[in-house]
């Protein structure tokens, strides 16, 4: 099985030594987004909110690269530097994830690159 690199201009760039996602056969690998904005490179400043949903739509553009959409995810892991917006995500995700929802977890960490306070990565399956 061969693998394909999926890569978009409406994501942030790799700044480390993977790729955006990696296709084989009929799974998409996402790799983890932080707040990043795709088009300066920098983080996104603001509440926490506009952090999530800017990594939720460097998820769905990602995804979108692909051929698919966020209603493919079969899987979605969350990394949180405070727990405490674990509420904001889920408020936030509805709205990018249909039901029937993904698997998920959901990861107190003590720190994330570039200082990020959220990091998102997804697997999804094309039927």
């Known amino acids: 099985m061969s693998r ?10 790799a700044i480390g ?3 955006q ?4 056969g009929q799974t998409v ?3 983890g987004q932080i707040p990043l904005d795709p088009q300066t490179g920098e983080m996104v400043s603001g509440d926490i909110d506009a952090e999530i949903e800017r990594v939720f ?3 769905a553009a990602i995804a979108e690269a692909a051929g698919a959409s966020l209603a493919q995810a079969a899987r979605v892991t969350v990394f949180l530097t405070d727990l405490a917006h674990f509420a904001r995500v889920n408020e936030i ?4 994830f ?21 990091e998102v990565d997804c697997i999804l399956y094309l039927d």
Do not use: D
Request: without cysteine; aromatic residues 8%.
């Open 17 to 19: 030594t993977y790729s």
């Open 29 to 31: 690998y996402i790799s």
């Open 93 to 96: 995700m509805a709205r990018f």
């Open 57 to 59: 739509n460097n998820l």
């Open 21 to 24: 996602a990696v296709r084989v």
């Open 98 to 118: 249909p039901q029937p929802w993904p698997a998920r977890a959901a990861l107190g960490v003590a720190q994330l690159p570039r200082g990020a306070r959220v």
């Open 4 to 13: 394909e690199i999926i890569q978009t201009p409406n994501a942030p760039a």
